[in-house]
């Protein structure tokens, strides 16, 4: 099948076409008017949920937008009231009327006449929300959306000075690929000392978050927020234990290879032990991967990279540029991270990055660029609750462009040694994420089973996990001090609780979709596009079996793919 990225705003046929969103006062009429619209026969009732994913589109983008802006200058105080306003004004007003619309649909005599294989996944997210509604709940939510953000301003005014210049931390970890290793430690030191500077800040809103999160989760009936947030999030076709058996399989079959990584680049650099400052460094004489100068020149690439593999992958980057949907280099006052972030009205979404000049950056933009790929073809779909596609699939399109990116990566590096070192340190990435993955999901786990818990007992629960994942090649002494708060500079843990485990089921099926890249490249993209372009409207089993894979993150798959992985790496 053919796809374009010429991609068309959803036109209007239920708001007025110059409708904005910008108080409740506004907004409320049609919510009234969808609750109170009679539904007289199964055309009336298709009419009527057209008109609600137009609404829902419509006040999603303008949500969307706020956090865009916000995140792109944190220090402008109109952009954060801005989205304040809608999360403490319009959001909690929003609510009370999405429950009632849900509530119709479900009870509407009508609704069992519609396609049930069409609308399966859609009702059975319904219901989920119906069972998870609760008035109390609303303050709460709309308290929490605002603290989150939080995290952003604060990491956001993290800083360093190098040799006389001010350093964003994400600008900074580029001398951590420097080949004198004083400086590397200096500038180690220099980060980790500045995140010291707001442990206390970002312990006493974590502590915060913890709290309004565990009680937003008994008030709906559950034990506590992990279990609150598996149904939240649609896992419907996994659990907790699944989520241990993934711990425990990156341990038996995982934390050995990242030890032979580890301890292999200790040998090429001639260092022993190996320090943390150690890690992305190259030895003496070799200078730094440095893949592109600014931004505009990393898209270029980048869509250049993309045309290579499919041209319509370059054409959603380009739209996305004409419509200036990017902002990608790193500066002073902005949010930390990276993300795609989709755009329910308008269609094409908005790529957010942090580029420093590093290969770690080119790696974030491909990623960001399969997202974007995904909202792309995700939007056609006919009402806005069917581009709502599970995490884990959203993850493989990200990951999964990442390494058949790889071997068009010519673009960025016109040196064949450079070019074997840029695959390398892919493929060595994508397995030592698997026991960061691991750490930060088997601490959330923790946190949430133990909401009440102490300052001093969150710091040793972290450390007990941490030790368990760490690599035995690394050497952390006298690093206490840092280690022991790492887990503060990974901001799901402040903005989305529980998404992450996602990265380490995705990565496993993107290797899958690799090896289907590597064997038969035309039968692989059609399998990919193909899978994404049915956004939400199937399982998450029947979207990894459209997409040919199986949907196995058991500890002999993630032998057999981690053997394949190693088998590449050996190569070069």
Known sequence: MTYTADIRKIPRLYLPVDFKVTDWAGLEPYFKELTERELADLPTLEKWLKDLSELEAVVNEDACWRQVRMTCDTENKELEEAFNYFYLEIQPKLQPYADQLNRKLVDCPLTKDLDQKKYFTYLRSVKKNIELFRTENIQIQAELNVLQQHYGSIAGKMTVDVDGREYTLQQASKFLENPDRIVRESVYRKINDRRLQDKEALHDLFGKLVVKRDQLARNAGFANFRDYKFVEMGRFDYSPADCYGFHQAVEAHVLPLVNEIYAGHARKLGVSPLRPWDTEAEPAGIEPLRPFQDGKELLEKTIACFRSMDPFFADCLIKMQELKHLDLDSRKGKAPGGYNMPLAESGAPFIFMNAAG?????????????????????????????????????EVASMAMELFSMDHWEVF???????KRAKRHQLERVITIFPWISTIDSFQHWVYEHPNHTIEERTQAWKQILNRFSS?????????????????????????????????IAQLAAIGMWKQYKENRKSAIANYTNALSKGGTLTLPELYETAGLPFDFSPSRMKELMDLVRSELSKL
């Open 472 to 504: 035995s090649s690394i050497d952390y002494t006298g690093l206490d001090q840092y280690r022991e708060i790492g887990w503060q500079r990974q901001l799901h843990l402040f903005e989305v609780p529980f998404y992450y485990i996602e990265y380490g």
């Open 358 to 394: 590093q290969m770690s950056d080119v790696t974030t933009m491909i990623h960001e660029g399969g997202h974007a790929v995904h909202s792309f073809l995700a939007h056609p779909l006919e009402l806005n609750a069917f581009k709502e596609y599970p995490t884990e699939m959203a």
């Open 413 to 419: 590096f016109d040196n064949e040694d450079e070019l």
